[in-house]
């Protein structure tokens, strides 16, 4: 019924971000197409069955790329699965169904949907209208560029469990000129043990998002100096920032609070 009969669908939620003790298998929906499609959210269900064998797999991976490619009206897509998941694939990948300028259609009147005309000025663009999305980190990263520069609001599903998963996060907000809105996840138990016992690799981590390079120093503890890189890593337009955090006992970031209101 749902890839027959609703041909004006505007919304589709399936599952949310909570474990299911039942997977539902959504390889079927990949194949629907809807025109006026803006929303889509899909929780922790299967796309990838390992039983298929890796060529299945392969399959499922491309038909769920070009439903991105196809639906070009999405304003906004939500991933909700935990980051790792066997059953979903590792992030995009648009090579896979050989998008690229070249190969992207160069009408201005599309025929993807029949008896629909999609038209706009974004042909060179994997989903164009895109303002929304919520997912792991590694599907942000695989999102064309040019779509994820434009994002006005981002929400990561995965969570950062160590100081050197803070980095790459810091890396690809840096690049939002528009981000208005910005939630993460953040496990902040991870914090000074490391540091105390002159742990190389937390001091590396540290000094990969700013310590000592200029970036956000001067600051007691490592869980306000995490907040602040994050912080100084977002666009002036952001306007409501939702961070999540797991922290030690008797652990503080008053030390931030100047930082917010500058």
């Not at 929304?132 to 942000?140: A, D, I």
């Not at 001067?218 to 994050?230: C, M, N, R, Y």
């Not at 912080?231 to 008053?254: K, Q, Y």
Request: net charge neutral; with cysteine.
């Amino acid at each position: 019924m749902l890839l027959e009969r609703c041909p004006r669908l505007e919304d589709l939620t399936l599952g949310g971000p909570a474990p299911s003790p039942r997977l539902f298998d959504i390889r079927h929906v990949t194949s629907g197409r809807w025109p006026r499609l803006r929303r889509i959210i899909l929780g922790d269900m299967v796309l990838l069955s390992p039983e298929r064998g890796d060529a299945q797999a392969r399959e499922t991976a491309r038909a769920f790329q070009e439903f991105f490619r196809i639906h070009r009206t999405l304003r906004h897509v939500g991933l909700e699965h935990a980051a790792g998941s066997a059953f979903w694939p590792g992030g995009f990948d648009w090579g896979s169904i050989g998008v690229g300028v070249a190969q992207l259609p160069s009408s201005k009147s599309m025929t993807m949907f029949p008896g629909h005309d999609v038209r706009d000025d974004d042909e060179d663009v994997v989903l164009p209208h895109l303002e929304s999305f919520s997912g792991p980190l590694r599907y942000v990263k695989t999102l064309p560029p040019r779509t994820r520069k434009s994002l006005r609001s981002l929400r990561l599903t995965s969570l950062h469990h160590t100081l050197s998963a803070v980095g790459p996060t810091c890396n690809v907000v840096r690049d939002m000129d528009y981000l208005e809105e910005l939630g993460v996840w953040i496990d902040l138990s991870f914090g000074s043990s490391g540091m105390a016992s002159g742990s190389k690799a937390r001091r590396g981590s540290l000094d990969s998002i700013g310590r000592g390079t200029g970036g956000v120093g001067g600051l007691d503890g490592e869980d306000a100096h995490v907040l602040k890189a994050l912080l100084a890593a977002c666009p002036e337009t952001l306007r409501h920032l939702d961070v999540a955090c797991f922290t030690r006992p008797m652990s503080s970031i008053v030390c931030v609070i100047p930082f917010f209101t500058s």
